[in-house]
């Protein structure tokens, strides 16, 4: 295969079904997107995504010069089958740091094709007469670079957090902020001498500036606590997305650009969402610097008040007289793997005329859709699941609200203590159902604000102190 003599000067063939074909392919990644907006069409969402990279990459591969398409295609297959492997093993509650973990690749993928233009920019068709490259597209791939390389370290970080390979505690540099920004300067400044260096002088500074923006990703998301990865998460899938954009550009690859632009544009929607769901500034988020004030999280529960204790014996029996019951579940869920047993024990009240519902937070557990994921593996209705805005009016009218692993997300506070570190954080309005269950191991640890919780201590809520999945299995016994 060989490409045109305008397909050397641009990376791509100028044919109008090239064209046609990268369209269609992004016509296919958005409605990927909006498949994926709803748990209940995210199967054809992603086979949508699919269907749009298998045309992208069959375009490219059959417009492109292609020294040896035997290797590609063993890259491709060894690739698959690692991928579906991966798939088909992993649980779903390390699903986060299964996410951070890809998330990496494609930024080192960024990292490595940057590089790679560099070295070879003949190859790539950046190759000026001159023999050098042109400073807009050193602009760009310096940018792809840095995106990937920060997107690289940032996702290692994320991952060895989520994954309990290094403390979840937010690990404060001393002017760590000074540090990041200036950081931040020297890769802008790094950029912008790389494009208008030319010859020899050029390696140094693209060392410089992959090695500038290792350190960046690392930087930005240590002192960030674990607590907060949802918001992490998302941040690094659109910092994933603008890095292929940049290298499309790099590359002149349409497909590239759309694929890139959609991924980092969503991301950064979703971003913004979950930190007002937190009562974040995005801004602080870009620069690494929410969630970890020393003020902030990690801090001791307050002076022990008198609360009360229940056995699963006592709420099954109060649970099979409610008519409505709204389940709350958190990060305590997952880490019990409870989800199964909870939906063995929705089954049983229904069965029994009871009225079950799930009360989803936008930040509960440590990715976007966590608690969804979870509650889909263990085959939970998807009209039985509800998101904040939807379900919090019906608290007033439910019998019981059913906490289990949840915390920050429900305590009052949020709402009602200005001097709270989750001050402005919508938060579900528990405390006006009749009565409140609340699993916890304890009642020595608070969540990850730091803060105790007033729902604790409630008249009508019963504390049941267990690990979570055994609480669930002895109350289904209970209800049995």
Same mark, same amino acid.
């Given at each position: 295969m060989s490409a045109s003599p305008a397909a050397a000067s641009t990376g791509e063939p100028v044919n109008p079904w090239v064209a046609l074909a990268y369209l269609v392919s992004g016509v296919f990644f958005i409605l990927a997107l909006r498949g994926l907006s709803s748990p209940a069409t995210s199967r054809t969402g992603n086979r949508f995504g699919m269907i749009g990279m298998l045309i992208a990459v069959v375009t490219t591969l059959v417009t492109h010069s292609v020294v040896n398409i035997v290797e590609i295609g063993v890259a491709i297959f060894l690739g698959g089958i690692i991928g579906v492997t991966i798939a088909r093993r992993i649980a779903m509650t390390a699903m986060p740091e299964l996410v $951070? *973990? @890809?998330h990496s690749l494609v930024g080192l993928a960024a990292v490595l094709v940057g590089? +790679? *233009?560099?070295l070879n920019p003949g190859a790539f068709g950046l190759l000026l007469p001159n023999g050098g490259i042109d400073p807009v597209s050193k602009v760009e791939m310096g940018l792809g670079i840095a995106i990937g390389a920060i997107t690289f =370290?940032? =996702?290692v970080i994320a991952f060895a957090k989520l994954s309990g390979r290094m403390s979840g505690s937010p690990i404060l540099l001393p002017g760590r902020h000074i540090i990041n920004l200036g950081t931040l300067a020297a890769i802008l400044v790094l950029v912008a001498m790389f494009a208008h260096t030319v010859g020899a002088g050029t390696m140094p500074l693209i060392i410089a500036l992959t090695v500038a923006a290792f350190a960046?990703? @690392?930087?930005?998301?240590?002192?960030i606590g674990g607590a907060d990865m949802p918001v992490v998460v998302s941040m690094l899938n659109s910092y994933s997305g603008w890095a292929a954009a940049a290298m499309g550009f790099t590359l002149g690859n349409t497909a590239m650009i759309i694929t890139g632009a959609l991924v980092g544009s969503s991301g950064a929607i979703l971003s913004y969402i979950m930190c007002? $769901?937190?009562n974040r500034s995005f801004l602080s988020v870009i620069a690494g610097g929410f969630g970890a004030d020393s003020s902030s999280g990690g801090g001791e529960a307050k002076e022990q008040r008198p609360y009360k204790q229940g056995s699963a014996e006592d709420a099954a029996f109060m649970l099979e007289q409610a008519e409505k019951v709204i389940i709350i579940p958190g990060y305590g869920m *997952? %880490? +019990?793997? *409870?989800q199964h047993a909870l939906r063995e024990m929705?089954?049983?009240? !229904? !069965?029994?005329? %009871?009225e079950v519902k799930f009360a989803i937070h936008p930040v509960a557990g440590r990715m976007p859709g966590h608690m969804n994921v979870l509650l889909a593996e263990a085959n939970v209705s998807y009209d039985k699941v509800f998101e904040l805005e939807d379900i919090n009016s019906e608290f007033a009218q439910a019998d019981v609200a059913f906490i289990i692993g949840a915390n920050d997300v429900v305590n009052p506070a949020a709402k009602t203590d200005k001097s709270s570190p989750i001050y402005g954080m919508p938060v579900f309005d528990v405390d006006k159902a009749k009565q409140v269950f609340f699993i916890k191991r304890s009642m020595g640890g608070v969540g990850y604000a730091g803060v105790d919780n007033d729902v604790f201590y409630m008249?009508?809520? &019963? &504390?049941l102190l267990a690990d979570a999945k055994k609480m669930v299995e002895e109350i289904v016994k209970a209800l049995d």
């Open positions: $951070a *973990a @890809f590089w +790679a *233009a560099y =370290s940032g =996702s960046i990703g @690392f930087l930005l998301i240590i002192p007002r $769901a937190m *997952a %880490v +019990a793997q *409870a929705t089954d049983l009240l !229904e !069965e029994k005329g %009871v008249d009508q809520t &019963m &504390m």
